[in-house]
């Protein structure tokens, strides 16, 4: 079991609770949690939740729908690690674009081996913000990502030699300029970007970022959380940092440009990070050329043979001090009949 559950849960009521408690801890775009959940028997339903979108950076809501593939990565992992034999439905319903998938659970088959430590990594994972250790990464490991990435219809563009990912560093640069010198990005950013010491379950804290970019080479740059208050997490050590990498960059892309890729690529992303960090691997991500619908277009001809570009991914060896936040999950898990699952039952 996880930290969560000491005693397993049984009634579907339980179930519930325990997968929506691990679904909250998928990676979000500024950790927005763009998402609800409704449990009704022995299923349940998955919804965007519009109101903690980013109409400035992410218009279409393809991040938010990332974000909710993620969570539902999780639910299906949660389940998995209870014994169940997840039934998954994406976008089950094109009059109501907001429901996500639904997921529900019948049969029974052993847990494997994999499949528990992937669930021991939902709340452990943390998002990596600066440079990485120049320790090579587990043999083999870049092209079981590759299939992980597959498996759920998207694709990872390894950047393998230097031309591609200077070039995609320089995307990142451009980007990131191009958001700090634009006032209503800052004002969306610096609503999800709380100050030291907040007590919000969303949002990206101080703690979760560094108070200095470290810098590599190639260099991708952080996004701005702090906007020049100087907040965020002192450097592990004071000793001179030599030999920090910018890490295995890579691509998460989809052949096509549907919400329901957007859906499939969350449930890629959320595989990986899961996997990398079943063997101490930690991974950075960047969206912030493909938040520019020049830069996404310039990356998707130029490094991703057409294929449609989602993140950019940094994978690499390094000790992680990072703290991230959730909502708890009571505020997101509702009944079929609208009220919370497991308060007061009048
Ligand atoms: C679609 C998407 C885009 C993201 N873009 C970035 C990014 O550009 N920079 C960054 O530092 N983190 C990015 N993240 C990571 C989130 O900020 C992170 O998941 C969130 O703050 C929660 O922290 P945690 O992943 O450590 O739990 C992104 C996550 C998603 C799902």
């Known amino acids: 079991m996880s930290e969560l559950a000491s ?6 009521e339980e179930i519930a609770r325990y997968v929506v408690a691990e679904a909250v801890w998928a990676p979000s775009v500024n950790n927005t949690q763009p998402w609800r959940f409704v449990a009704d028997g022995q299923q349940i339903s998955l919804y965007a939740d519009a109101d903690r979108g980013l109409p400035v950076a992410d218009p279409d809501g393809r991040e938010m729908m990332i974000s909710c593939g993620a969570a539902l990565f999780n639910i299906r992992v949660a389940l998995r690690s209870l014994g169940y034999v997840p039934q998954t439905i994406v976008l089950p319903d094109p009059s ?17 081996e994999y ?37 759920d219809g998207a694709a990872l563009h390894i950047m393998a030699d230097d031309g591609r990912r200077a070039t995609l560093a320089a995307a990142v640069q451009t980007a990131e300029q191009q958001l700090r010198l634009d006032s209503s990005r800052v004002r969306e950013l610096a609503r999800w970007a709380p100050a030291p010491g907040s007590l919000r379950g ?15 080479d190639p260099y991708f740059p952080g996004r701005d959380f702090a906007h020049g208050q100087g907040w965020g997490v002192p450097p592990l050590s004071t000793a001179a940092q030599s030999h920090r990498a910018a890490g295995v960059v890579a691509l998460l892309t989809t052949a096509a440009d549907r919400p329901a890729d957007w859906v499939n690529v969350g449930q890629a992303l959320q595989r990986i990070l899961l996997a990398t960090g079943t063997c101490g691997v930690a991974v950075a991500l960047h969206s912030q050329p493909t938040e520019l619908p020049l830069l996404r277009d310039f990356i998707r001809t130029k490094l991703s043979s057409g294929a449609y570009p989602h993140l950019v991914l940094r994978i690499g060896m390094v000790t992680q001090a990072s703290v991230s936040v959730r909502r708890d999950p009571d505020e997101v898990l509702f009944s079929s009949g609208g009220g919370h699952v497991g308060l007061a039952r009048a």
Do not use: C, I, K
């Open 202 to 216: 969303d949002g990206v804290p101080a703690t979760s970022y560094p108070v200095r970019t470290e810098r590599t």
């Open 115 to 151: 499949e528990w430590r992937m669930s021991r990594q939902v709340r452990r994972r943390r998002t990596h913000r600066g440079a990485f250790d120049p320790d090579p990464l587990p043999s083999g490991m870049l092209g079981a990502l590759r299939t992980s990435a597959e498996r």
């Open 7 to 12: 005693t397993p849960p049984v009634t579907a």
């Open 96 to 112: 109501r674009p907001a429901l996500v998938a639904q997921v529900s659970w019948r049969e029974l088959a052993p847990v494997n």
